[in-house]
Each structure stands twice: as structure tokens, then as C-alpha cells.
């Protein structure tokens, strides 16, 4: 099986501050990681070849530091890396258009996996788009994978329920963190990272992604929380029959 | 200069980082209420290469350098002093010396299995009358055809009821004083092999540390480290190493305090807001962090000399007294800032107050050090 990981370079968001006067999340000297549930979706990729051998390539459209966020991964297990600088003015649309131009690059694959979001901006809608750009089966929320030979059967997460679905290949899926636990690289697994090649390809490489955002950001702002601090400090009976009331009254309870 | 980690180091500390979060952070506190040795965490630490960090690949280990062998001993010292020395001791006081004074035979048998974790290595020096004073040790070792008999007793041996490969020290000729002493790699299943009564410590409880009695244990001619009255010179280097490792490791049990503080001084109110609000508090805050980074460039700085191949012994020295020292004024902060809670079980620094002590006696009192750092500017 050739599998490609769709990964990105995140700010590790418990990390992030929000300053008090302006309300912008303050990311300067905030460490860079790669997005939790795209290490996710890279395990799940080494678990296939595991089985059935092949080849697993990563992608990741980011800024030239992600380089080393890279290098992670190909330690986990990837064998190749490739990336694509991120353009200055870039969303969703954009960044699907370079991934499927990334991905007719590379040419013949058999699974896509993706995070079901990433942990930055949780839009969820990259591996959905990546897909219809490729016009490929999807399969999101995948919470179990088990490959044959000729299909793929998943599993999907829909909260209440789930969801089994059998599909042939080409196939991309998106997987939750509960799919399994991603592994640590060992200490030689770092240092043969090393020797795995990473591709750096140009959006004038990727010359049929020629596009421009559909989505322009205007502000991003932290939403303040603000608590009602409110004490029952009757005795325990009255007091849970209020704040019971209140939970009511907040719309908590029904 | 550049006072920076390089990418691969970084790699490697949060992996480590990562390792010790999920794995030794959880269990810390039940190990070192039971005093249960950290035995799963060192399995699964082999795996991830972290008992052959310095140890060179032929030989199945990693063959990182110093500096990074460094983070790691502090990463898992952040969440478990135990662990931590464990894993300094297996490293720098058992692999080093075979790798710097083993012959190419004893290399080969003993450092893949001390890189896999198939054995866990121990350093046996001290002595009930031969602490500090290395050179006063009294056990013997006697050439007898094709084995040496030792005999005598160990104390305060880290991982001595587990060790499976040990370094040992014995005297070979008493009339020569410190050059009559020999090093020996000696393994657990040898004749005459025993291990005494295990201390009831202070702290870092899931580190088994016991006495060991040689009664005529029989070593094999070929496991003689170095030649014969090598073995305070070899007592002496791989203790320099040692320090270092041990410097790291109170440099994590610091860190340690300093995010405990950091998490419980938020979260805490008195008077009406966090106490992280008060002067009193953000000045203990500042002085912990302060010295904590000023400990650890010293590490760094220790680590580097000696991956230079330059004399480090005054680095080491300097780094091991002034860590320790940080570690302890970082613990006695925590728990005051905890307050009362920090007087309990309950709270990790509690746990941390009793490990830091250690750091500031073995390896090396912090009178040693200093004697060390002023005999090599004073000659």
C-alpha cells in the first residue's frame, strides 16, 4: 500500500496566551508542533504498511521551520517527507488546491489519511475537500481502519452511533485521536530520521494550484469567559434544589 | 556561541519529554509510596534506546553525545528522581567506564546488554568506612590461577538488589594505598554474589539502593577493568562523568518544583485572588527559575567540555554542586508556596522535597565538589 499523511505545523495551543488589552492570542516564542490528530493519522498509516508493506509519504503545506516538524514524523515511521511553503494569503480552499496538486505529483497511492481536524482551527474540512478535489471516496471520523486487499472497511465515529463502510481504493480517510496511540520514535529512530529525504517543492511546481483564497481572516480574537460566580451556601438540600434551578434557568438543564 | 539546543537534541528531549509525561509521571508517586523499583519503565525506556544513549552504535546503543544524554536525565528526572538516577547510574557509571576502559572482548560482551536492558548496571565503590575517602576501601580481590576472589562489603549500591553487570571495586595491593586499587565488571550470577539488606531512604524510594557481600565471589581473570591498580583513576573519571548526570538530574527535580509552583500558585487563592498575584510569591517564582536556568547552562556547559574530549572535572564539579544546591532551594520554595499542602502526600512536592536531599551526597558530597573545584584552581 503507498499511503499519504496529510499533516500540519501547529502552534501547540495550551500554550497560547491571550493578551488582556487587545484580546489577540499572543504566538510569539510559542513552540510549533504537529497537530495531534495528524500523528494520529500517520500511526494509523505505519500500522497498514506494518501489515502490508509499502511506502508512506507526508505532506505538510507550512513555513520553513516545519521542516523539522518533518523530520518527527519521518522518525515515527514515514519514509519521505514533502513540503510545500505555505503562500502568504492562503485558506482552506487554497491549502486543498496545493495537497491535491501535491498528491497528482506524487501520483500512484492507494489511502490518504488526514486528521479529522486540526487542534489550531477544528474546521475539519481539509480531508473532505482534498477528496472531492481528487474525486476520491472519503470515509471521516474513521475510529477503526482494516485494510484487504482489494477494500477498506472503517469504522466511522458519528458520537451516538457508528458506522461501517466498505470502499475500494483510492480512498481518503480522516481519523479521530481515539483510532489508537501514536508512537514515540526510539532514540536510533531520531538519528536515521536524518537520512530520510524530505522534498521542498515550490507552489510554481505545482503549477495547476494556481489559485487565490476564497476566505479573507480579518481579526482573530480570544473570547473572553466570563464566570457568574454565583454561592449557594444554604444547607446542602436547598442549595441543590437552586442551583438546579439556575442550571434550568441557564438552559444547562431542560 | 550559541546557547541552544540543535534540532536533533530538541527531538530527542521532547520525545523524552513526551515519554516521561505519559509513562513516569503517572506512577511516580505510587512507586515511591510502595518503593517499587520502576522496572516496566525501564523496559519500556530500552526500547526507546534510552538506556544506551552514550554507548556507541556497534554496540547497540545510540552513541549520542554528552549534552543530549544530559536532557534526557533531566527530562526524566522531572517526573521521576528515581528513574532518573537509575538511568544515570546504567549510563555514565556503568557503560562509560567499559566503554572508556574496556577491552574490545568485555565491550562486546557487555554493552548490547546494557543497551537492550537485558542487565541494569550498578557502580559498586562505597564502602561503610569508604565514602568520600574512596581510597580507604577495605575489599580485597586475590588473583587465584585463572579468577580473582573478592571479598568484602558494598553499601549504598543505586539498583544493587537489580543490578545484572556491576563495576566493582576491590583492593589489589594494599602496600600501594590508592594505586593498589582494581575494577572489576562483575555480573550479578556470579559465585559468592550477594545482596544485603535493602536502606529504608528518605527519598528517591523506587531507586532500590542496598549492600552487597562479596564472600569469596570468584570473577573471572578476563573481567578485570583496565589493568591492575587502574581502578581509582577509573573510580575517579567515571565519577567526573557521573556528576554530570546527576547534576541533570537535580536540575530536573528543580524544574519539577518550579512548574508545581507555577501550576499551584495560579490556581491557588488567598485574600481574594491567586496568590501568583503576590510579591512574596512571584520573587520566589523569579529566584527558582532563575537559578534553575543558570544550573542548567553549568550542565550544558560540563556536558560540552567532555564532548570536546577536553579535562571536564571542574565543569562536572561545578555543575553538580550548584545544581543540587538549586535543587534543594527550589524544593524548600515549593513547599512553601504550597503551604500547608505541600506538607502532604498529596502533592508532588512533597515527593520532590525528600528527592533533591540526595542529590547534594552521592556522587560526591557538595564538600567534595567544592574541594574538587579548588584543587584544580589552587593546584
Redesign the interface.
Known sequence: MNIIVCAKQVVDVSEIKIDASTKKPILAGIPQKISDIDKNALEEAIKVKEKTGGKITVITVGTPDAK?RI??LL?MGADEGVLIPQPQHADYYVIAHLLAAAVKKIGSYDIILCGEASIDMFSGQMGPRLAGLLNIPQITYAQKITVEKDTLVSERNLGDKAVTIETTYPVLLTVTKEINQPR?????Q??SA?NKPIHEWSVADLASADVTPKVHTIDVKGVPMQRKNIIFQDDVDQSVTKLVDELAKAGVLR | MKLELNEQQKMIRNMVREFAEKEIAPIAAELDKKGEYPTKTLEKMAKLGLLGIIIPTEYGGAGLDVVTYATVIEEISRKCASTGVITSVHNSLVAWPIMKYGTEEQKKKYLPRLATGEKIGAFAGTEPNAGSDLGGMQTTAVLKGNKYVINGDKTFITSGPKAGILIVFAVTDKSAASKGISAFIVENTMKGFKVGSIFDKMGINANLVSELIFEDMEVPKENLLGKEGDGFKIALSTLDGGRIGIAAQAVGIAQAALDESITYAKQREQFGKPIAKFQAIQWMIADMATRIQAARFLVYNAAFVKDKGERFSKEAAMAKLYASETAMDAVIKAVQIHGGYGYTKEYTVERLFRDAKITEIYEGTSEVQRMVIAANLLG
Open positions: 523539522e523530520k518527527e522518525a514515540l520514535p526510539s532514540l536510533m531520531i538519528l536524518a
